[in-house]
């Protein structure tokens, strides 16, 4: 990175942090703290939903996803706007009218307080493990994109998450939230037009969309029901709804954005704009990585887009056969260009015949060279198994460090910086709140004074974030990152929606039905988890109907039994 990209990256970043400590201040009191006073206006609700939800993750992997895999990945957000609409309707009047800290006191209160307990527990694995990752994830791309230590890069997202939280509290966070979104939004689109304007001359946007969608690119809706698919509209639309559901509806980091809402209507509108906003903010989150996919069809690509794993392979003892595999790489490339050339000319021309032929040559040049790079990742896992050998994380950095203007490339780094700090701040101002409400003020201390509240959260929130930093330096592989962190939430989410459909619309079950079904439901979970080829948006679905299953029959056979008249 040149001068002025580092300029524009520490720039942004300390005003992130002077941002966030002002905006954050007069939060003396624990509801201030955790709950901004609930006094937001629903735009503030909506974009702090939106970036909570949206980590590094989304800015870092998705592109890279849509580059080897086309667009079908939106399809897992086709069922979010109908969770928004249902969860507007239905539990965001049960949690303003209950005036609850976190969405796991209703639990006890429908219940008792071991059911408190296992949704807390529940919450506390799956988004501790995300924050871990939600720093991980970013510092190990970053530190490999930037030639910096791990442990700096995510000691810089961790250390400014912790400053501005644990000083301001959730107030901090839903505003910085608000301004971070923005730059991820100017920064994101920002690259995709550049990404338009650096193809060649004479390619335009609608020939640049043809050689996507003969390449499989523009895959965005396939109407096949496999239940081993992972992505395709009815995955999307039940799945999807089902994760939907269950994320914002039962998992605190989101609860606590819209409880945030100075009233129902305000977390209502902020619920329901994400819904509108999120599937076509993906759909342009996808179409960039489509067009850093058409540009490298132009463009020399590297062998191996991970820089870390490309220097390794040049030095070490495999590095004759590297050499061998990137001299192949680029004759296949060379003659990938022509092919893709060739049907470019012949689609303008309107023929059809030769437009058909060259989309088949096209077809076997990207196959060869999608061929020669699976065998440099094959070689770089082999090679060093303890190391991140995935690809799918870094194409879209590596065209931005390559390929993007002086200042703009800092300004993409400012946003997946801006991106994770958001995601991160989210997660540790819910976990502090769950970990002091429903465990310390529960069961440690009940009467405890509003002082000693506050202290107690500040630090739960900086001992989470020293968590979620040390997590990120000692991880291990991932693979698709954007793909690993909706893995890791469906493990859990099925059984938090089953428990929490149990407490607002069957009356009759108890807390020891609604327990032993939540316990099942996880079980069963894991074990498809484990030893299925079911696609995981389904763990959703399953997960929640092993729950209301056994709980059900579990209250039908110990309900009390009327006493039966007697025969006089």
Known sequence: MTSLDWLVLASTLLFITLYGLWKGRGSGTIRGFLLADRSLKWPTVALSIMATQASAITFVSTPGQAYVDGMRFVQFYFGLPLAMVILSITVVPIYHRLKVFTAYEYLELRFDPKMRVLGTLLFLVSRGLAAGMTIYAPSLVLSA?????????????????????????????????????????????????????????????????????????????????????????????????????AYFGTDQSQVQRYLTGRSMAQSRLGLLFNGLAKVPMQFVILLLGVMVFVFFQFHPSPLLFNPVSADRLRSGPVAAEYGDLDRRHSAALARQEVAVRDFVEARKAGDTTAAGVGRQRMTEAQREVAGIRTQASALAAASDPASDSSDVNYIFLSFVVAHLPAGIVGLVFACIFAASMSSSSGELSALATVSVVDIYRRFIRKEVSDRRLLVVSRLMMACWGIYGILFAQYAGKLGSLVEAVNILGSLFYGTMLGIFLLAFYFKSVGGTAAFVGGVFGEAVVLIFFLFSGVAWLWYNVIGCATVLLVALTISLFTRPRLPQPSGN
């Open 145 to 245: 994109m930037l030639g910096l230590d791990i442990r700096i890069t995510s000691l810089i997202i961790g250390g400014i998450v912790i400053i501005y939280t644990t000083t301001g509290g959730v107030k901090a966070v839903n505003h910085t939230d608000v301004f971070q979104m923005l730059i991820i939004m100017g920064g994101m689109l920002t690259a995709f037009v550049i990404a338009v304007r650096l193809l060649p001359e004479g390619i335009s946007f609608g020939d640049a969309l043809a050689v996507a969608g003969a390449s499989g690119r523009l895959n965005t809706v396939d109407t096949s029901f496999d239940p081993g698919n992972r992505y395709n509209l009815w995955t999307g639309l039940i799945g999807g709804m089902f994760v939907a559901l």
